[in-house]
Nanobody, 128 residues
Framework: VQLQASGGGLVQAGGSLRLSCAASGRTFGISAMGWFRQAPGKEREFVAAVRWSVGDTSYAGSVKGRFTISRDNAKNTVYLQMNSLKHEDTAIYYC??????????????????????WGQGTKVTVSS
């Protein structure tokens, strides 16, 4: 599975951005997709995830109420709508997919080990 992320950029605090991540290749095993981010000098952290078949979602506390993850099964694409952006949201955002065929337990999607394939990352910079 190959993942192509896009949509990053520079935005002022309070603004919005929409990230996209398109999956290609052997996509029939996709059971979940997620977004992580990594700020300079920090570890990669979970942002949001969606389970493919049931469509339920999970968010990190720091983004809940501001970010929305959604999916388009037909396009094998996941989106991350980011509103009310803050300077601390500045990071490289990575999309990832769990391609293990069976619907994963939602808590396993909070950690990088819950995913099999990663995109190249897209940079989001929020100016204060």
């Amino acid at each position: 599975v190959q993942l192509q992320a896009s949509g990053g950029g520079l935005v002022q605090a309070g603004g919005s951005l929409r990230l996209s991540c398109a999956a290609s290749g052997r996509t029939f095993g996709i059971s979940a997709m997620g977004w992580f981010r990594q700020a300079p000098g920090k570890e990669r952290e979970f942002v949001a995830a969606v389970r493919w078949s049931v469509g339920d979602t999970s968010y990190a506390g720091s983004v809940k109420g501001r970010f929305t993850i959604s999916r388009d099964n037909a396009k094998n694409t996941v989106y991350l709508q980011m509103n009310s952006l803050k300077h601390e949201d500045t990071a490289i955002y990575y999309c990832a997919t769990n391609a293990r065929y069976t619907t994963p337990i939602i808590s396993t999607l909070w950690r990088p080990g819950g995913y099999d394939y990663w995109g190249q990352g897209t940079k989001v910079t929020v100016s204060s």
